[in-house]
């Protein structure tokens, strides 16, 4: 993994691949390459460089006269092999005419490799892709067209990919592959695409054509020819409604803090159509009365931001349907041994909707008969495609790899999912009705709360001279404070945790020194003496103490913190929503202090397609 583009058509293909690539670097990666053909048959023309694009790859262009009409490039996050030069991608083949680029991993490569090796094959790197172009190889010289040669390797091949394909000798002709990792095709007059995601294509289309499982498209610069199982069909194209302008920073100095403060504007888009005043329309979810009624237990899964999302959520879900609800890590649920059956319910939830181990639960969950329904942003992903019924978040593009508008995103569209459920099941203590009157509202106090963040940097300020730092809270403010450690810890490289307040006593005070941070979110009612406590606990110990809170008058908050930050919260349920926005921010604000990069932090990708 993690990033394919590939053109044919009547263009420069270098400065095409260059830009596409720079759209998906927020997808994380640590080398790139290209692979570019002429029309002539001439060999092909490879560069590929260790490092970002603009310190490597793209002087290597510069300084070569490239042309070509045709070609496939690529961003790697390494996973077999160190990041350098000769593991990027392209991969070629003995003759150097045939050329690859691949996201995902090809499990059985190393039998492949010491039968290649064996028949003489020479491998020049240390990553799975490079047996690719040499099994096609073997195809081509047995007198294989291209195609055929790709379709018999695909064949031996165990893992997940998205390929994307050259030869030198077929000059207009490129080849994608899909199984169990994303690709589309982009259709224009001046040529057709591939590529990983969306945004590579937007400033040259928005009809695509999304690849399912098993998909090999032929792509020239007038055509595109799909082919399945049951042979060649008819590609269906979808119309993306994105502007390209949301893939641009637009002035601000990141995409992170663009995405934090167009919040207020997913909100809106997510909840338009879906909700009038205390209505709410979910025709998508096709559960009834009497299925809701025989369910026995519901899962939310998700991996990171999704997962927390998951986990603010369960407790609406819970009050509603009045059966468990369990929120779940879905690397360690695919793994476990759930009882589940058609009357669990499994509420998938993906930024992106082709996370690996969620789609895998996904699948297991369908070979039990449960009921699924995805929650995602991307219109025609894997996880939308599978799952029984599908909600789109509506938050557009998000380029930055720390999930901020599409986390509230989804939580947005989780809340308005219980109380849909809520209402179809006959909420008679009306509590679906309590938390969709605010909603139309909502958008509007973000703005407000975005419009002054003075206080939110001085916190940041604080916090970015440590090394460490700590989130407390209780129920619902306990999942905003695992979101906001998350945040921190991803793009300003500080260690931080969450903790259940009221575990501190269990351990977690060894840790509080004189001076430490200490990050507490109080807004729920209920628990609000019980965390005046276990505050005054981490302030008996010297800590440095910053309140979230929704009551910023309280004399008791100015008594014990250092500093506080004030959230609207029209009612308890929604706080999370608010806290989120601030402690995106304290985690932008000290990742600048820092001087670290925040929209591509080290070692991250946005969207996780393998293991």
Not at 238 to 250: F, L, N, S, Y
Not at 504 to 531: S, Y
Request: hydrophobic share 40%; proline share 5%.
């Amino acid at each position: 993994m993690c990033g394919i583009v590939g053109y044919v058509g009547v263009n420069d293909a270098s400065d095409i691949l260059l830009e596409g690539l720079k759209r998906l670097e927020y997808r994380g990666y640590d080398s790139a390459g290209v692979a570019l053909c002429t029309s002539n048959c001439d060999p092909i023309r490879i560069f590929k460089k260790k490092g970002m694009i603009e310190e490597g790859l793209e002087t290597s262009l510069r300084g070569s006269h490239t042309g070509g009409v045709l070609g496939i490039g690529h961003t790697r996050w390494a996973t077999h092999g160190a990041p350098s030069d000769d593991n990027a991608h392209p991969h070629c083949d003995c003759s150097g005419e045939i050329a690859v680029v691949h996201n995902g991993i090809i499990e059985n490569h190393r039998a492949l490799r010491g039968r290649l090796e064996d028949a003489g094959h020479i491998f020049t790197s240390e990553v799975d892709t490079e047996v690719i172009p040499h099994l096609i190889e073997e195809y081509r010289e047995g007198g294989d067209d291209l195609l055929q040669a790709v379709q018999r390797t695909v064949d031996q091949l165990e893992g997940a990919y998205a390929l994307a394909v050259v030869d030198a000798r077929t000059p207009g002709l490129m080849i994608g592959v899909r199984k169990d990792s994303p690709l589309i095709v982009g259709l224009s007059d001046e040529g057709n695409f591939l590529a990983s995601d969306v945004p590579a294509v937007l400033p040259h289309t928005r009809d695509i054509v999304i690849l399912e499982d098993g998909d090999i498209a032929v792509l020239g610069e007038d055509e595109v020819q799909l082919y399945r199982d049951s042979g060649r069909v008819e590609p269906e194209v979808t119309h993306i409604d994105w502007d390209p302008m949301e893939a641009k920073r637009d002035g601000y100095p990141h995409f992170m803090l663009k995405e934090i403060e167009e919040q207020p504007a997913a909100w809106e888009a997510t909840l338009r159509e879906r909700l009038s005043g205390s209505s709410i329309s979910l025709p998508e979810v096709e559960l009834d009365r009497e299925a809701l009624d025989e369910l026995t237990q519901v899962y939310l899964v998700g991996c990171g931001t999704s997962y927390h999302a998951g986990m603010a959520a369960a407790p609406l879900f819970e009050r509603l349907l009045q059966v468990p609800v369990r929120p779940v890590i879905a690397s360690e649920f695919r793994y476990g041994k759930q009882c589940m059956d058609d009357r669990t319910l499994v509420i998938l939830i993906s930024q992106s909707g082709e996370t690996a181990d969620t789609l895998a639960c996904l699948r297991s969950a369908r070979e039990r008969a449960c009921p699924t329904i995805a929650i995602t942003n991307v219109v025609g992903s894997s996880m939308g495609r599978e799952c029984d019924s599908v909600l789109y978040t509506r938050a557009g593009p998000e380029i930055s790899v720390a999930s901020t508008k599409t986390y509230t995103a989804q939580l947005l569209l989780l809340y308005m999912l219980a109380c849909e459920l809520g209402v179809r099941r006959g909420d008679c203590e009306g509590i679906a009705g309590d938390v969709l009157r605010y909603l139309p509202d909502m958008a509007e106090m973000e703005r407000s709360l975005l419009r002054d963040v003075e206080e939110i940097k001085r916190v940041a300020g604080y916090v970015s001279g440590w090394e460490d730092a700590f989130f407390i809270g209780r129920g619902l403010d306990f999942a905003a404070a695992l979101e906001g450690q998350l945040k921190l810890k991803e793009i300003s490289y500080i260690h931080a945790e969450a903790y259940p307040a009221g575990e501190l006593k269990h351990g977690t005070l060894a840790l509080i020194e004189e001076g430490v941070p200490v990050i507490a979110v109080n807004t729920q009612d209920e628990l609000r003496g019980k965390m005046a406590s276990n505050i005054e606990e981490v302030r008996a110990r010297g800590a440095w103490l910053a309140l979230v809170t929704d009551q910023p008058d309280d004399d008791e908050a100015a008594e014990y913190a250092d500093m506080v930050i004030p959230v609207p919260s029209p009612a308890p349920e929604l706080a999370p929503f608010f806290v989120a926005a601030v402690l995106q921010l304290v985690a932008y604000y000290a990742a600048v202090m820092r001087d670290c990069p925040v929209d591509r932090p080290r070692n991250l990708a946005k969207s996780v397609t393998v293991e």
